[in-house]
């Protein structure tokens, strides 16, 4: 049985991590965030310590690190902008660091934390979880044992609609959260390159406060892409029936399926991770250099090769007075 330490605590994605914690068998001895609606911890570990002042949570954990209760893994869920900091902190401590996507908002912060790797004798996980998924997996054998010099063409389309609050939040700072293809494509990005392999172009049709939109050649694909957090954007089809959410992924215009399965893939990356397995910073580098690259790329607009989606029509920002 393993000892964890969280940071992020009362974000989003914080219960799929407590409930991977314990479905594996291990125990969660404190946890830290700087809000304290974490009542969520009650139905996991409801013993655990928990602080909203780092200093606090870093006294602590500093004291677990003296007794038999040393801290194994710190699993990070905080913002995006905060995880290069918290990763460094769970190295220090001697302990393993499991990290949400993205790992870090650029290519460089990786090698930095490498070199924090080898001084701690440690190791950095991300989680990578399409890499887990069932049909991601069947995807990559069908490419694997197809015709070697086959170039597939691909679209995808994600639109996960959110609210106003979203520009309030640290998600809608650029700066903090990298942006909608940082934000909400980092992990599609990664699936997309360890299925079939590296960038060869890379094109932004459309990258605005609220969507983003491009053009990738990889070394087996022809990918359109498109992301967006705006619910204008929706298929008619699902507006039609009330939802609220897309996701779509074709290949050579036949739909691949991967949206059942996902609440699941947290508890099986733990797994892997505990197994010995796991995926540390290199296979992190292409995703991230990706999104770094997307994020400094000037838009092209609606030409080339581009996704339909791309030509919806553009909204100003909520919070714009022009």
């Given at each position: ?10 974000g ?77 902190f ?41 890499r887990l ?42 700066s ?5 293809a940082?934000n ?10 360890w299925v ?19 053009y ?6 022809r ?14 089809a ?30 099986h990356?733990?797994?892997?991770i ?28 609606l ?9 919806s029509e ?9």
């Amino acid at each position: 049985m393993n000892n964890f330490a969280l940071i992020g605590a009362a974000g989003y994605i914080a219960p799929r991590h407590m409930k991977a914690i314990k479905d594996t068998g291990n125990v969660l001895l404190a946890a830290y965030d700087k809000f304290d609606s974490v009542g969520v911890m009650d139905s996991h570990f409801p013993d655990a310590d928990f602080f909203t002042e780092f200093e606090r949570f870093d006294r602590h954990v500093e004291k677990l690190k003296r007794t038999e209760k040393n801290i194994d893994f710190v699993s990070i869920c905080s913002p995006n902008y905060l995880h290069d900091s918290h990763i460094r902190f769970g190295l220090r401590v001697g302990a393993n660091v499991i990290c949400e996507k993205p790992l870090v908002l650029n290519p460089w912060n990786i090698e930095a934390l490498s070199r924090v790797e080898e001084e701690h004798g440690t190791k950095v996980y991300n989680i990578l979880q399409l890499r887990l998924h069932p049909s991601i997996i069947a995807l990559k054998k069908k490419v694997e044992e197809g015709p070697k010099d086959k170039i597939y063409d691909i679209d995808l389309a994600y639109i996960t609609s959110r609210g106003h609050w979203y520009y309030t939040s640290w998600k809608g700072d650029i700066s903090k959260s990298g942006g909608i293809a940082t934000n909400i494509g980092v992990h599609f990005y990664d699936m997309l390159t360890w299925v079939f392999g590296k960038v060869k172009k890379n094109v932004v049709h459309i990258h605005t406060h609220d969507r983003a939109s491009g053009y990738f050649e990889l070394e087996k694909a022809r990918v359109r892409w498109f992301l967006s957090i705006n619910a204008d954007t929706l298929p008619e089809a699902v507006k039609a029936r009330g939802g609220r959410t897309y996701r779509s992924l074709t290949m050579e215009g036949n739909e691949i399926e991967f949206s059942d399965g996902f609440t699941e893939l947290h508890t099986h990356s733990y797994q892997h991770i505990l197994d010995g397995n796991g995926f540390g910073l290199e296979e992190a580098r292409p995703s991230i250099e990706i999104v770094h690259d997307i994020r400094h790329m000037d838009p092209i607009g609606l030409k080339g090769d581009y996704h339909p989606l791309a030509a919806s029509e553009l909204t100003k920002h909520p919070f714009s007075s022009k």
